[in-house]
Nanobody
């Protein structure tokens, strides 16, 4: 079994910063990719940023958010700056993890709320 545990969400004022963390644990052979998605009320879940062979960002966060990984800790971070009200959402960690020679699966964290409001 694999678990993804997120932390770092909260309430922040417009223009502020937050850093999200997500640590993977369990039966991990290798981590192919890790990233972040978000889902705002009444909207579909969308990609925010992903780090695998290449780093990819949603256009709406380019220049404001930075994704990074600590491979030794099986952890992915999302540094969010210049936050806007429209960044308010539940942020989900996502990982593509090889658990054996033949099994690679996608895993999700439980989600962490980010609220940008004055």
């Amino acid at each position: 079994q694999v678990q993804l545990v997120e932390s770092g969400g909260g309430l922040v004022q417009p223009g502020g910063s937050l850093r999200l963390s997500c640590a993977a644990s369990g039966s991990i052979r290798s981590i192919v990719a890790m990233g972040w998605y978000r889902q705002a009320p009444g909207k579909e879940r969308e990609l925010v940023a992903t780090s695998g062979g290449v780093i990819k960002y949603a256009d709406s966060v380019k220049g404001r958010f930075t994704i990074s990984r600590d491979n030794a800790k099986n952890t992915v971070y999302l540094q969010m700056s210049s936050l806007k009200a429209e960044d308010t959402a539940v942020y989900y960690c996502n990982a593509l993890i090889q658990t054996s020679l033949i099994f690679t699966n996608q895993y999700w964290g439980q989600g962490t709320q980010v609220t940008v409001s004055s």
